[in-house]
């Protein structure tokens, strides 16, 4: 079993990092969004990543479960750590996987970082 760092990141930059390498681990299919005319403390691009899981085949799935993060910025940092941990358990296991990936007219969204605003 692979050895992964913690869930809960000190950065935007390590969050971000973290969710993307996890999100591609379990096959999500990944949205990046870049905010125009705003940067991180750093210069960096910010962004609003999203992570979709389950049946990519439908447009109007019958079921979504809706997690997002950083929504008010104050709690960023734990809903990020919350989204890392999950799609690492996902990851972790194939069989859920396969199960997600067949999931007929569901989906697991997961929106990284809402607010970024300084």
């Known amino acids: 079993m692979a ?5 809960f990141s000190s950065s935007y930059r390590a969050a971000r990092t973290k969710f993307l390498d996890v999100a591609r681990e379990a096959h999500a299919k ?3 969004l870049e905010l125009e005319g705003v940067r991180g403390p750093d210069g ?5 990543d999203i992570a979709i899981l ?3 085949g439908t447009k109007d799935p ?3 479960f809706l997690h997002s993060s950083g929504v008010h910025g104050a709690e960023g940092f ?3 750590a919350i989204q890392i941990d999950f799609l690492r358990r996902v990851s972790r296991d194939q069989a859920l996987v396969k199960s997600l990936a067949a999931a007929k007219g569901t989906k697991i969204v997961l929106v990284h970082a809402v607010n970024l605003a300084p």
């Open 3 to 7: 050895s992964y760092p913690p869930p």
């Open 54 to 56: 389950g049946d990519h």
């Open 30 to 32: 990944i949205i990046s």
């Open 44 to 48: 960096e691009v910010l962004t609003i």
């Open 62 to 64: 019958a079921n979504v």
């Open 78 to 80: 734990a809903g990020s």
